[in-house]
């Protein structure tokens, strides 16, 4: 799989290696992953991979089986297809609500953000683009200033992350995602919460039918 790990915090270590090893698709959807395998392909004991698995399980990025260890999930098209149904509310009311109480440090973290996510898209750096995807929405939640609306996006949070990476190897939907970003950004900064509403919600839309026609397409 790699070169055995250097013996630092071994835990975290692990669930560095074996997280971008997921969302990099090493290991697709539905592949089992077994403690004793993982741990002598990293040059480890069995705890800090088990350490490590349990924070990915906690992270939405595996399943654990009972009896049979861990799997990364696989997708499932109706549940997908809810999760970004709602997603697409809660983003939206997200998006309008933080343009409504934005500062201009947001502004400035937005900008930042978009740009590190145009590096890593040029760099090929998927996971790295992912994590950034990410923290571009959930910068938005946070600005929104609602406790229950953030508690909701972040319940979504590690099945919205594996969904991200896998949206961002659909091919085409990276340089579009990266364009609808812009338009959010723009709207924002020009103080018009309804166009950030409208903008945040096409983005969230295109990205589930770029998922859905990338898995229609598989099966």
Known sequence: MSKPIVRTTLAQEAYRVLRRAILNRTYPPGTKLVVRELAEGLGLSPTPVKEALAALEKEGLVQAIPHRGYIVPKPDLEAIREIYELREVLEGLA?????????????????????????????????????????????????????????????????????????????????????????????????????????????????????????????
């Open 95 to 219: 998006a309008r609500l933080a343009t409504l109480r934005a500062s201009p440090e947001l502004t400035q973290r937005l900008r930042s953000l978009y740009q590190k996510q145009v590096q890593s898209a040029e760099e090929g750096d998927l996971e790295g683009y992912g994590d950034l995807d990410l923290a571009f929405h959930r910068a938005l939640w946070e600005a929104a200033k609602n406790r229950r609306l953030l508690r909701a996006a972040e319940s979504l949070d590690g099945q919205v992350r594996l969904l991200i990476s896998t949206s961002a190897a659909v091919p085409g939907r990276l340089p579009s995602a990266l364009e609808e970003h812009r338009e959010i950004l723009e709207a924002l900064t020009a103080s018009d919460p309804e166009a950030c509403e409208v903008r945040m919600r096409h983005h969230i839309r295109n990205a589930w039918r770029a998922l859905d026609a990338h898995f229609r397409a598989q099966s």
